[in-house]
């Protein structure tokens, strides 16, 4: 039985990659954009759209504004 030097399979997985690496970018950008919705609709649905889709600054900054606003009455501090 002829064993295979490490070396020789380590540049065969690094020649199978840089091969491989145009044709995975190509699908991913064909592909992509349908696969990115039906990603967000999962995240909703198993109630993970906070962490994979996050408020816009300007939601922030308005529940921000309502916890740190002006007491509702009159009254001195």
């Known amino acids: ?24 970018v190509w699908l991913a950008r064909r592909f992509g954009g349908r696969a990115r919705g039906g990603l967000v609709m999962a995240g909703i649905l198993l109630g993970l759209g906070e962490a994979i889709d996050p408020p816009s600054k300007h939601v922030i900054e308005a529940q921000e504004g309502e916890e740190k606003g002006a007491p509702e009455n009159d009254e001195p501090k």
């Open 1 to 24: 039985m002829c064993a295979m030097p490490v070396w020789l399979q380590y540049l065969i997985a690094v020649v199978a990659f840089v091969a491989l690496a145009p044709l995975i």
